[in-house]
């Protein structure tokens, strides 16, 4: 049997769904990325230290001049979800309970439609003060260029976990992994912990549960799933989703 088959097989036979994504997802809607070559590491000096929690203590008005340089804020509202993005909306569609554990912090997941998106990196679309609680959208944060509460003055934080920053729902996500029928990963070079760590985590409590992945080169995790597909994500669900309905 041929990979995108058994793939169209074990999706008809799978009720629960948790899916992994990375970076690899969302290159096909026009964002690059992080350590590619036209990614951030490449383009950025130390984007570790400045993105960290420290730097955004230490000095937050330098801070937010980098961080909306580095993720061209201005232009993040522009990107729209692509075909990996929908073919998870429409797995909801046909009957599947998915859950979503995505590493990137674009937004694009909900934009699709998904409904259980657990952000683990966070979102760029939104930022919160740290001294009163209060949320502000992006275009706020881009209509201003160091982005204050409007109640009381204090330069806002983005909801992007910082390097440094605790994963908040990374119990959640395990969890969601653990309970599936199957654990998809698509465009994830499993490279930062602690999300590479969720293949280990089930296989050890779920053995039954099944591991796909799917990314365009080979990752060093590879051993720890059940088929791995090789190509880009929008080319493979395409394939994947003929498959299922033709059958």
């Given amino acids: 049997m041929g990979k995108i088959r058994q793939l169209a097989q074990w999706i008809k036979e799978a009720n629960v769904i948790?899916?992994?994504?990375?970076?690899?997802?969302?290159t096909e809607s026009g964002i690059p990325d992080f350590r590619s070559e036209n990614g951030?590491?490449?383009?950025?000096?130390?984007?570790?230290?400045?993105?960290?929690?420290?730097?955004?203590?230490?000095?937050?008005?330098?801070?937010?001049?980098?961080f909306k340089r580095m993720f061209s804020l201005k232009l993040?509202?522009?990107?729209?979800?692509n075909d990996g993005h929908r073919f998870l909306r429409w797995l909801e569609d046909i009957g599947k309970t998915v859950t979503i554990l995505t590493q990137n912090i674009d937004g694009?997941?909900?934009k699709a439609g998904s409904t259980n998106v657990i952000e683990l990196h966070g979102?760029?679309?939104?930022?919160?003060?740290?001294?009163?609680?209060?949320?502000?959208?992006?275009?706020?944060?881009?209509?201003?260029?160091?982005?204050?509460?409007?109640?009381?003055?204090?330069?806002?934080?983005?909801?992007?976990?910082?390097?440094?920053?605790?994963?908040?729902r990374i119990e959640e996500a395990f969890a969601a992994a653990?309970?599936?029928?199957?654990?998809?990963?698509?465009?994830?070079s499993l490279e930062v912990a602690p999300v590479n760590q969720i293949p280990f985590y089930v296989a050890a409590e779920s053995p039954a549960t099944r591991k796909v992945l799917i990314n365009k080169t080979a990752t060093r995790m590879d051993g720890?799933?059940?088929?791995?597909?090789?190509?880009?994500?929008?080319?493979?669900?395409?394939?994947?989703?003929k498959q299922m309905q033709e059958e």
């Fill in 18 to 26: 948790a899916v992994l994504t990375g970076a690899g997802m969302s």
């Fill in 178 to 188: 653990a309970e599936s029928d199957l654990l998809l990963a698509m465009g994830t």
């Fill in 224 to 241: 720890m799933f059940d088929l791995v597909i090789y190509g880009g994500i929008g080319e493979t669900v395409a394939s994947v989703c």
């Fill in 76 to 81: 993040m509202g522009g990107f729209a979800p």
């Fill in 40 to 66: 951030l590491y490449a383009q950025e000096d130390n984007v570790e230290y400045y993105l960290s929690e420290h730097y955004y203590k230490k000095d937050p008005v330098d801070f937010w001049r980098r």
């Fill in 108 to 110: 694009l997941h909900a």
């Fill in 123 to 168: 979102t760029l679309q939104t930022a919160t003060c740290p001294s009163c609680g209060n949320k502000f959208d992006l275009s706020f944060i881009n209509r201003h260029e160091v982005p204050r509460c409007e109640k009381c003055e204090t330069i806002l934080k983005p909801d992007v976990v910082l390097f440094g920053g605790l994963v908040p």
